[in-house]
């Protein structure tokens, strides 16, 4: 993992500092609301609903034990004992004491923790593919080139009143799992015909009110030059991206105004003209940070494990839970555990702060002291020895951490919608809820197979419905919540936007509806390998929208 320098530390004390005057002015009335939400939200503290809400940026998702465990400390000591891990890798508290807050950033401070642009129109925390480093199907490991654009945004004097937010991610794998396609720059590393890795860039993706899957503005960018080809995107960016109106001032809608192809043509012609300054990355500084990304001292293993076989033969629970929260790793005798914070009814993303703390033991013990946050909104150890999964899944078990769902119908990504943001129009997560209590029965959900459910309390999407094989958007009508569905969207390296279907169904209608969509998914699939996804774009739209609407008279509206 990589480790604060002398800079980094410096940056975030001075910055604490700097904010604990400003929050003590705030209390002594010395800054009105309108001068102090400027500065508060550089600091990643939001006023929601009901309390203020804090963002901790997790870099790139990866979190060692010692942090996990001051992360769980801050949700006993200052939230209601909870925190809630989001679709970018962060994690948020959503009760917390404006008094408190600069006593809470110091003590992230201590553990290397920070919440530098989690907000404002600045480079947001970069995120990348959570299997990173532990992946069979990765070219490089993602997190190496994360920290390096970290590094090169934070605090960068040019990009930090940008005309709106801005979010990258990277991936290193052939499977994108770190929805590069709806950024607003996702970087994709492969290897080209010689073998040197180059990147693929997307530019103008994002959802929101207008989304856009980003197109590929250029297919073969050596690794040398990644800074400086993306300081020439964010400068075209920068000078003519909307600042006169909020809706249209993400760089999605330049890129779609002005077409891919003007689009990379500008990029190209500043990246041109600043040939004789461009900030190349020195040789030295990429192996000084790629040193930081060490692989573990893996132990020399079977590929196959004989404790792991006969655990799963003889325990059909810790079987099933293998079957889906189990992936390969690329050494062998050893596997990838994702940790499940979606148990069935429960709010999506939350964990408390003895989960915290089991996850954070589990990672020091089991994981190489690592542990990652997925955009999934569950955790991931990373590096696990086959022989030991058993003895990691009766842990988890105790604990409530044990669903074995990843990626199945109760996976259910969700904004924290209406019962927090102050943003949205309808609740998210009473939806989720309903949508996994009608789903409880784990037999069932196997025998469906991959469903991606994703649920957005409002158009600002972030709970990512716009990409969800299934996605649910909640909108407020005449002051009632209703929710549209959309269908056939995904967030792969097969990214596709989902199409809205037809009117919104009420709260209490749409764990049926969904129940129908999956029925008539069940009828039609080839065979049991067939996913909804693949379902769906082979049979079109049609049959899934009849099912969804053939309720009784009066449900749809």
């Not at 975030?12 to 500092?17: G, L, P, Q, T, Y």
């Not at 720059?185 to 980003?214: E, N, Y």
């Not at 799963?312 to 050893?334: C, D, L, M, Q």
């Amino acid at each position: 993992m990589y480790r604060y320098d002398e800079f980094d530390a410096a940056i975030v004390a001075e910055r604490v500092a700097e904010f604990r005057g400003q929050v003590e002015r705030r209390l002594k009335g010395e800054l009105t609301e309108d001068q102090f939400k400027p500065l508060r939200l550089m600091n990643g503290l939001y006023l929601q609903l009901h309390a203020y809400m804090l963002r901790i940026a997790v870099p790139y998702g990866t979190l060692s034990s010692r942090q996990l465990h001051r992360l769980a400390r801050i949700a006993r000591d200052y939230d209601k004992d909870y925190g809630h891990f989001t679709t970018r890798q962060n994690i948020q508290f959503n009760w917390i004491k404006l008094p408190d807050v600069p006593k809470i950033l110091e003590e992230l401070a201590e553990v290397e923790m920070h919440c530098i642009q989690t907000s404002g129109n600045c480079i947001r925390n970069v995120t990348a593919d959570h299997f990173a480093a532990a992946a069979a199907d990765e070219t490089d490991d993602p997190r190496i080139w994360s920290e390096i654009i970290r590094q090169w945004s934070t605090f960068h004097p040019e990009f930090s009143f940008l005309p709106r937010k801005f979010k990258i991610a990277v991936t290193g794998a052939d499977e994108d799992r770190a929805a590069v396609q709806v950024h607003d720059i996702g970087l994709h590393l492969k290897k080209d015909a010689s073998g040197r890795p180059v990147f693929t860039v997307f530019v103008g993706g994002g959802q929101g009110r207008t989304p856009h899957v980003g197109p590929a503005i250029r297919t073969d960018l050596p690794t040398d030059d990644l800074l400086s080809y993306l300081d020439a995107i964010l400068r075209v960016y920068n000078r003519h991206g909307r600042r006169d109106n909020l809706y249209k001032s993400r760089i999605k809608i330049l890129v779609s105004a002005l077409g891919a192809a003007e689009f990379a043509r500008q990029v190209e012609e500043e990246w041109a003209l600043t040939k004789h300054e461009r900030i190349n990355l020195p040789p030295q500084e990429e192996a000084r940070i790629r040193a930081y990304f060490q692989a573990p001292a893996f132990r020399k293993l079977p590929k196959l494990s004989r404790a792991f076989e006969k655990a799963k033969a003889e325990n059909k629970a810790f079987a099933r839970w293998a079957s889906t929260n189990v992936r390969a790793h690329k050494i062998p005798g050893y596997a990838i555990a994702t940790i499940s914070l979606k148990p069935i009814g429960a709010a999506p993303g939350d964990a408390s702060s003895a989960q915290m703390d089991v996850s954070a033991e589990l990672a020091r013990l089991y994981s190489f002291d690592e542990i990652r946050v997925s955009h999934e909104q569950n955790l991931v150890l990373p590096h696990v020895e086959q022989d030991r999964l058993f003895e990691v899944w009766t842990k988890l078990a105790e604990h409530d951490l044990a669903t074995p769902n990843a990626g199945l119908v109760s996976d259910i990504i969700s904004c924290p919608g209406l019962d927090y943001c102050d943003l949205a129009n309808a609740r998210a997560i009473p939806i989720a809820q309903g949508i996994s209590e009608r789903f409880a029965d784990l037999e069932r959900q196997h025998q469906i197979g991959e469903l991606k459910i994703k649920i957005s309390g409002c158009i600002n999407a972030c709970g990512h419905h716009h990409v969800g094989h299934i996605g649910i958007l909640g909108v407020d009508k005449h002051g009632e919540e209703f929710y549209q569905i959309l269908l056939g969207g995904r967030a792969d390296e097969n990214c596709r936007l989902g199409k809205i279907t037809g009117k919104g169904l009420p709260g209490e209608a749409v764990p049926a509806a969904i129940e129908r969509v999956v029925a008539k998914y069940l009828s039609l699939r080839k065979d049991e390998s067939e996913r909804f996804i693949d379902a769906f774009e082979r049979l079109g739209a049609a049959p899934f929208e009849e099912a969804l609407y053939s309720a009784p008279q009066g449900l749809a509206a």
